[in-house]
């Protein structure tokens, strides 16, 4: 079975969800890195399972995220559960939904990283005044 998931494009959405650089990833990955070969690895269809393990380890996101997540395929659970016919599916679920429950899954993360940012602001600013 062809594989579906591409490993780089996961690694550049979760960096991107998460408001970090290529260049500020290169620098937490270490002095051979570089925002160009950051570039070029997101380009890539399969990541080397070490390189994930380090990223993973970076940008504090499981190993089998970049391995694993397929956007198409969880348009595809997330539309089939919302549009199917079949009213047991839907008993507690309004069948008119008028808003993209995916749209609602990143603005729900979002918030969780803006409020994780001013954690860390704060965190830093009482470190700075010991």
């Known amino acids: ?69 397929d956007e198409e395929q969880a348009i595809n659970v997330i539309s089939n559960t919302f549009t199917s016919n079949d009213t047991s599916t839907l008993n507690a679920i309004n069948s008119n939904c008028n808003f993209n429950p995916l749209d609602k899954m990143v603005e729900l993360y979002e918030r969780m990283l803006q409020q994780q940012k001013e954690m860390i602001e704060k965190l830093e600013q009482l470190l700075q005044n010991k």
């Open 1 to 69: 079975m062809e594989q579906k998931v591409h490993q780089g494009r996961n690694v550049k959405r979760f960096r991107e969800m998460l408001g970090i650089k290529q260049e500020a990833l290169a620098f937490d990955l270490g002095e051979e890195w570089n925002q160009k070969k950051i570039s070029l690895l997101e380009q890539k269809d399969v990541v080397e399972e070490s390189l994930l393990q380090k990223i993973s380890e970076v940008l504090k996101i499981p190993v089998e995220a970049f391995q694993n997540f």
